[in-house]
Structure formats: structure tokens, C-alpha cells
């Protein structure tokens, strides 16, 4: 390697620490919603889990969701470098091995890319271009955002150098570590691989088994996820199967969006004139037609959805075309012309004039400008993503020393909801004495979701349902098991302050249901499903669910306050705030509140009462929530006048009804299961005078197992959503375990190709 070449790769692996540092004197290197509420709440509750339980791959986590399967956030960094670096590290906040490992491997890339575009022949200042155009991607957004989205492309390059320097069998360790990274977007990665290296050998046999291998390895990790995502349906768009085939002349998935590739103009010039050249024309009219027809962002996306964003894997064959033009200097106009005639957006045709110019002088000789271009790509990143980061105010509130203490000097006996900015809350952990009902991952338990947002109808706050809030919902918090309340305020029926540190307060109520109980007070599933809303509201409460014979019936005691069929027209050019008084009593009752939303514009809309938000996701959302139908469940202890905040946008309302409900409705006795210490999930003595039901709020998977008295249980449904079983009456020891389905297997399995791996790569090299 030439002295320039190791310049040129400092130069790389420089800049992007150079933004993260720059960025880093004023925010934090990460962002709102995904980074906040994932990324570092759960790697930072991973390794709080580690030290307590000392398993890296635990079967469940006892803490998020109720106690869930540890696979439904795999995808969040359960088996990542840096993560478990960590773990070696208690004393360093887990934020700077997320933001250092992430910037570590943006800057890797941009060495990779230089070292893959040198080996196959190109200049060192067309390679080195070509580089700076990689590392200034605005996909790169991503790496302190959605990280894995682009934590998987030095791997990528990585497997392209192997595959050029027929070193294919260290392939096996790329696959592995792109699944530990991204296993969504490795199938992707798979076939750009599988055609790159037909492009290029015309074969593709000799990768197959590398590849193989490396899946092999990773079983541990996407088995057990694989089989708990086809286990729970997730809601996205509906894709019409015409449309794929419809083009698309946006080019998001290319040019600028952060979501795709996020490359200059001069990329899309480079494809066309790619087609010139019989190196590159099979690729270069591939590549198009990937970015203008939906259709292969569909099968690359495995048919859930269309998103551009895989295209993000067409990165180094783009890169490659590019330099490839330039090393041949050679200049079709007429491709020239084609391609300009897609570039029909004010930025893209600002951005063609700064290409043409380029071009023009580079065609001329002046080889100089390659150099003056790169600064195109870095201005335009810089000025995209630089004020794009996370507020060190809001970070500091989700961190809250006040909470954490709050929760470390009290006894927090069941759950713990934090009603305290809950879309950022959702998932984080101050410490393992707190136990969650909520949750935020692209995999969460199906069952449940429906349960807490379309029976007991806690408001849907947030664009993507998926993400499963803390709310006042009293339905909810007592169903739950949530005995602890982190708040601001303390006006919340049947819990009483205890405690408090700063502008926050701890509030009780241990009048909740208990995590396990044995009851006889059942309803049958078929009776219950037929109860329409409100009136299912106090039935779930005081009948438990069950499939089989029930013990007695049940007479809601709902009532109907307000019935408005009139409808409201909104046209609020900003958010708006009305205060409406109350003229019926609410003290000691339960208000529920409900209405249709129908949007007249492609923006979110949002109607807050009383601190409680419903959302409308907006209408071309990729993951929509389907909220049309606002619901609102208040249970403060008395309620002077309904404090309503209205999104800007035009919508109406109408059909708006108010139900109230005494709050002693909400009294039920059941049979407590006295816990007892355990490793298991549960164990615990009962004493029960009725044959009848055990019931859990545990919700329901598959891996679950019952044992009483030593015996197996048939595992039931109870509640629509969670874990239970039939029980006699007696006295009995009951016991819960839960093992995640096809974990061990998925270790035999890897181990096994571990050491086939091993061998394999070891026989390979010898014989080089």
C-alpha cells in the first residue's frame, strides 16, 4: 500500500469522527423516538439484565411487556459488539459504546470502500471520490438514528473484497455478523452478494457455501426471532400489487432521502452512463430499474412493504459504476440527456446544474475538480443532518436522577408504570426493582398489542401502534399488575403518594390485581365478544375470560352521559387549546370518552384530554395505526372541566359520546398466589375453596409452562392476551417457567457450524 493510499484512508476514516465530535459539543450523537426509547434504553437494560441473571441470551425478560420472550428485542442489539462489550464496562454509560461503535463502523466504511475500489484497478483520487461520496450518504443519518440500517454495510464491503481476492470462505463470518447486526436487511445483503459475484466470475456456486455457514452460525440469533415474528402479525400499509409495477420517478431510494442510499445527482448520472460500458451495462440498467420500480424494493424487503430504504445494499455497486465512468472518462450525451430527464424536483435540478459543471471540466482534463466535487457530497450532508441530534435536556430528562432514586429507596412490589413522556419511557429500566408493562419493538406480542389498545382501549398516542404506552387507564394499570406510578402529579384514583424527589412523585395502589391469582368469576369467550364498547369495559374487569363453562353472569353498570351526533369541523392553522367545563359529577368515577376522527389531510392528527393522547398516523404512514375511533378513559380523582389540545390540520369529529362509571365497580376480590423465591418466572402457594381459573398478566407466547403441584398444565388463554389454566379447589404449589421456542436448538445449531465453520475456513486457507 502506497503512502497516498494510507493518506486518503486516514482522510476517511477521519471525517466521520470529525462530524460525530463537532456535533457531539452541543447535543448528543443520537435522536428522538428509535435511538432514545431503543436503541439505548434496551442495550442499557440488556446489560443490567446480565448482571443480574449472567446470561447473555436469557429465555425471557422479566421487566418490558409484561415478562416477554428476550427474542421480541433481538433486533436491538442482544448479540452486537458493542453491546456486549459493555457488559465489561458497568461504570461508562452504555450512550458511548452505542455512539462510538457506530461511528466506528460509518468510518470503517469509508476505508472499505477505498481498499475495495484500489484492488480492483481504479486511480487512488477516483477511489478516494468515490469514497467521499460513500461516507457523506445522507443514509448515514441513520448511524445515530435507526443504526442498523447502515451497520451492516462495512460488512457488505467487507464480503465484496473477499469475494475479489478469492477469500471467499471468511464470507461465513460476514454473514454471521451481519445477522447479529441487521437480520432483516441480510437476506438483502445475500442476494446483492449472490450478484455481484455473478457480475463479476460468472458463477456463484463458490459462495454459496460460505454463505450457509455464516447463517449457520447464527441460528441462535434468528431462529428463535424468525419464529416469533411468524408467531405475531404486524400491521403495515397494504401494498397493491399493481402499484409495484407502476415507476417511480422520485428516486428517494438514490438521490438525497436518508432513507435510501442518500447519494448526489452525479450517482444517477453515473448509472446511465454506466449502460456504455459492457463491464457495467447489465448492472447499470439493473440498478435503474431497482430504483425506479417498486418491485424490487418489495422482494428485497421480503413483501412486507415497498420502503426504499433496503436500497441502502446498492450502495458499493453504485460506487463502483461511478468510478468505473470515471476511470474511462468517457461522456455518452445522449444517456447524459436520459438521465436528466428524471431529475424534475427544484434540489435535483440544482443539484444537475453543480453535476454538468463537474463534468464539464473533468471531460476538459481539469482533473483537479474531482477533488473540488468531493466537497459537494460533505456540504450536502452536513447541511442535512447537522442540527439532527439529540437535545442533552431531553436526554438528561429521560435519565432522571430524581426517578432513579425514587425507585432505588422504595419497595416496588409488582409493576411500575412511568406516566412521565412515555413515547421516550417506553422501554427504559432505572433499575431491575422496576418491572414495565409497555414496550417499544418492531416484534412485540400481537396478542397483547390488540388487548391494550382494542379491548381496554388505552389511547393509541403515538403514529405507530407498535409502541405500547404507559397510560392512567385504570383498566390497565390494575389488569396489569401496576402497583408503582412515576408522575408529575398525583390526582389518580385509588393510588396515593408515597414519596417524591424533585418535580416527580412515586404513587401506590395496592388494591391491584395481582400478578397471579386464582378466581371462579368467569364469562365465556364467545358471550364477551359479543358485549360491545363501554360495556366490555367492567365486564373484562370482573369476569375473567375463558374458553370453557362460566360460573355466573354479568350486568355492566356503564352509564351513557352525553350523546352528541352532531358534527365538528377542525381547521386549526396552528395546535389549539380549549378548556370545556364539566356539568356532571366525576368524583370517584371512571369518564370515558369517545369519537370519530376523519382526516382531510395526508398529516398526522392528535387530540389530547386531560393530558391523555390519541394519534391518527398520517395517510401514506408505513406502519399506520388505524385510529380513527379517538378513546379516552379518565380516572382522576375528580375531574372540574375536560383540558383539550387540538392538532393543527383539517378533520372532523362527530359521534362524540361520554359514559361514566362509579370507580367501586372496581373493587374485585381474587385469591392472591403468595409468592415464593424462585428462579422461574413464578412460583407460589394458593388455597383455593372453588374450582376455577389461575390467571397471570403474564401475556401469552408460546414457550410457556404451568405446573401445579408438580403436575403439567394445558397452558390456556385467559383475558383474550394472557397465560393461565384451569386449577381445583385445594391447596397447591404452583410454578411458571417460560422457554424461548427453538432456543436451545438454535444453539446446537450454531455451535455446530462454529466449529464446521472453523474448520472449513482453516482447510480453505491452507490450501491458498
Known amino acids: 500500500m502506497k503512502k497516498r493510499d494510507k493518506f486518503y484512508i486516514t482522510i476517511l476514516f477521519i471525517l466521520p469522527i470529525l462530524f460525530v465530535l463537532c456535533v457531539s459539543?452541543?447535543?448528543?450523537?443520537?435522536?428522538?423516538?428509535?435511538?432514545?426509547?431503543?436503541?439505548?434504553?434496551?442495550?442499557?437494560?440488556?446489560?443490567?439484565?446480565?448482571?443480574?441473571?449472567?446470561?447473555?441470551?436469557?429465555?425471557?425478560?422479566?421487566?418490558?411487556?409484561?415478562?416477554?420472550?428476550?427474542?421480541?428485542?433481538?433486533?436491538y442489539g442482544l448479540l452486537r459488539p458493542d453491546v456486549l462489550v459493555s457488559y465489561l464496562f458497568p461504570n461508562i454509560p452504555t450512550r458511548f459504546f452505542i455512539i462510538g461503535y457506530a461511528t466506528?463502523?460509518?468510518?470503517s466504511t469509508g476505508g472499505l470502500c477505498y481498499c475495495w475500489l484500489r484492488n480492483k484497478g481504479y486511480k487512488d483520487s477516483i477511489s478516494f471520490f468515490s469514497s467521499i461520496c460513500c461516507i457523506c450518504a445522507n443514509c448515514f443519518f441513520q448511524s445515530h438514528q435507526q443504526i442498523m440500517f447502515v451497520e451492516i454495510l462495512p460488512f457488505l464491503f467487507l464480503s465484496f473484497i473477499l469475494i475479489d481476492k478469492n477469500k471467499r470462505q471468511w464470507i461465513s463470518l460476514c454473514i454471521c455478523m451481519a445477522l447479529f447486526h441487521n437480520y432483516f436487511y441480510t437476506p438483502g445483503m445475500i442476494l446483492i452478494l449472490l450478484l455481484y459475484d455473478y457480475d463479476?466470475?460468472?458463477?456463484?456456486?463458490?459462495?454459496?457455501?460460505?454463505?450457509?455457514?455464516?447463517?449457520?452460525?447464527?441460528?441462535?440469533?434468528?431462529?428463535?426471532t424468525g419464529y416469533l415474528i411468524l408467531n405475531n402479525h404486524k400491521s403495515v400499509v397494504q401494498t397493491n400489487l399493481f402499484d409495484l409495477l407502476i415507476p417511480n420517478f422520485t428516486l428517494k431510494g438514490l438521490v438525497y432521502d436518508s432513507y435510501g442510499c442518500g447519494l448526489t445527482v452525479i450517482s444517477w448520472i453515473a448509472l446511465f452512463q454506466g449502460i456504455q460500458f459492457e463491464k457495467t451495462r447489465k448492472l447499470s440498467i439493473l440498478l435503474i430499474l431497482m430504483f425506479v420500480f417498486p418491485i424490487f424494493s418489495y422482494i428485497l424487503n421480503g413483501t412486507l412493504y415497498a420502503r426504499t430504504k433496503i436500497l441502502v445494499l446498492c450502495l458499493p455497486l453504485i460506487l463502483m459504476i461511478l468510478a468505473h465512468w470515471l476511470q474511462e472518462r468517457k461522456l455518452n450525451k445522449g444517456l447524459l440527456v436520459l438521465a436528466s430527464l428524471f431529475l424534475c424536483t427544484?434540489?435535483?435540478?440544482?443539484?444537475?446544474?453543480?453535476?454538468?459543471?463537474?463534468?464539464?471540466?473533468?471531460?476538459?482534463?481539469?482533473?483537479?475538480?474531482?477533488?473540488?466535487?468531493?466537497?459537494?457530497?460533505?456540504?450536502?450532508?452536513?447541511?442535512?443532518?447537522?442540527?439532527?441530534c439529540l437535545d442533552l435536556k431531553l436526554y438528561n430528562s429521560m435519565y432522571s436522577k430524581d426517578k432513579q432514586k425514587l425507585i432505588q429507596r422504595n419497595d416496588l412490589n409488582q409493576r411500575t408504570a412511568d406516566l412521565d413522556q412515555v413515547g421516550y419511557s417506553v422501554n427504559h429500566i432505572y433499575d431491575l426493582k422496576e418491572m414495565k408493562a409497555s414496550s417499544y419493538t418492531s416484534t412485540s406480542n400481537s396478542l397483547y398489542n390488540t388487548f391494550v389498545y382494542d379491548i381496554i382501549k388505552n389511547p393509541i398516542s403515538q403514529p405507530n401502534r407498535t409502541i405500547i404506552t404507559d397510560s392512567e387507564n385504570y383498566l390497565y394499570l390494575s389488569m396489569m399488575s401496576v402497583q408503582n406510578i412515576l408522575s408529575k402529579e398525583s390526582n389518580l384514583y385509588g393510588y396515593k403518594e408515597v414519596d417524591s424527589k424533585g418535580k416527580y412523585k412515586l404513587l401506590k395502589n395496592k388494591n391491584v390485581f395481582p400478578m397471579v391469582y386464582v378466581t371462579s368469576d368467569t364469562i365465556n369467550e364467545s358471550k364477551f365478544d359479543k358485549l360491545f364498547y363501554p360495556y366490555n369495559l367492567d365486564t373484562i374487569y370482573n369476569r375473567t375470560i375463558v374458553n370453557g363453562e362460566t360460573s355466573n353472569e354479568y350486568a355492566s353498570k356503564m352509564k351513557l352521559i352525553k350523546n352528541l351526533d352532531q358534527s365538528i369541523l377542525i381547521e386549526n392553522k396552528k395546535k389549539a387549546k380549549k378548556r370545556i367545563p364539566i356539568d356532571f359529577d366525576t368524583k370517584n368515577k371512571m369518564v370515558c370518552i369517545d369519537f370519530d376522527v376523519k382526516n382531510y389531510t395526508e398529516k398526522k392528527v392528535?387530540?389530547?384530554?386531560?393530558?391523555?393522547?390519541?394519534?391518527?398516523?398520517?395517510?401514506?404512514?408505513?406502519?399506520?395505526?388505524?385510529?380513527?375511533?379517538?378513546?379516552?378513559?379518565?380516572?382522576?380523582?375528580e375531574l372540574k372541566q375536560f383540558d383539550v389540545t387540538l392538532s393543527k390540520g383539517k378533520y372532523k369529529i362527530s359521534n362524540i359520546r361520554v359514559y361514566t362509571c362509579d370507580m367501586n365497580v372496581f373493587d374485585r376480590v381474587v385469591t392472591k398466589v403468595k409468592p415464593l423465591k424462585t428462579t422461574s418466572i413464578f412460583k407460589g402457594k394458593v388455597t383455593t375453596s372453588k374450582d376455577g381459573y389461575l390467571v397471570t398478566s403474564y401475556p401469552y407466547e408460546k414457550g410457556y409452562e404451568i405446573y401445579i403441584d408438580g403436575k403439567k398444565q394445558n397452558v390456556e388463554i385467559v383475558n383474550k392476551a394472557f397465560v393461565g389454566c384451569k386449577i381445583k379447589k385445594g391447596s397447591h404449589t404452583i410454578t411458571i417457567q417460560f422457554h424461548a421456542p427453538f432456543k436451545k436448538l438454535g444453539l446446537c445449531i450454531s455451535v455446530l457450524f462454529v466449529m464446521i465453520g472453523g474448520f472449513w475456513i482453516w482447510k480453505k486457507s491452507k490450501n491458498l
Not at 463479476?200 to 428463535?224: E, R, S, V, Y
Not at 435535483?348 to 466535487?373: A, N, P, R, T
Open 25 to 75: 459539543t452541543y447535543s448528543i450523537y443520537g435522536s428522538k423516538l428509535d435511538w432514545l426509547s431503543q436503541h439505548v434504553s434496551l442495550a442499557d437494560y440488556f446489560r443490567q439484565n446480565f448482571y443480574a441473571t449472567h446470561q447473555i441470551i436469557p429465555d425471557t425478560f422479566a421487566h418490558l411487556q409484561g415478562q416477554t420472550n428476550a427474542f421480541s428485542f433481538s433486533y
Open 104 to 107: 466506528l463502523l460509518w468510518a
Open 200 to 224: 463479476q466470475n460468472h458463477t456463484i456456486k463458490d459462495i454459496l457455501i460460505p454463505i450457509l455457514i455464516g447463517m449457520g452460525m447464527a441460528t441462535i440469533l434468528w431462529l428463535p
Open 346 to 388: 427544484k434540489t435535483m435540478f440544482i443539484g444537475l446544474l453543480i453535476s454538468l459543471v463537474f463534468i464539464g471540466y473533468y471531460f476538459m482534463d481539469k482533473k483537479e475538480c474531482l477533488m473540488i466535487y468531493a466537497l459537494v457530497p460533505m456540504i450536502v450532508f452536513t447541511g442535512l443532518n447537522y442540527n439532527q
Open 606 to 637: 392528535f387530540i389530547s384530554i386531560n393530558g391523555m393522547k390519541n394519534t391518527l398516523s398520517k395517510k401514506h404512514s408505513v406502519y399506520p395505526n388505524g385510529n380513527k375511533h379517538f378513546t379516552y378513559i379518565l380516572s382522576k380523582k
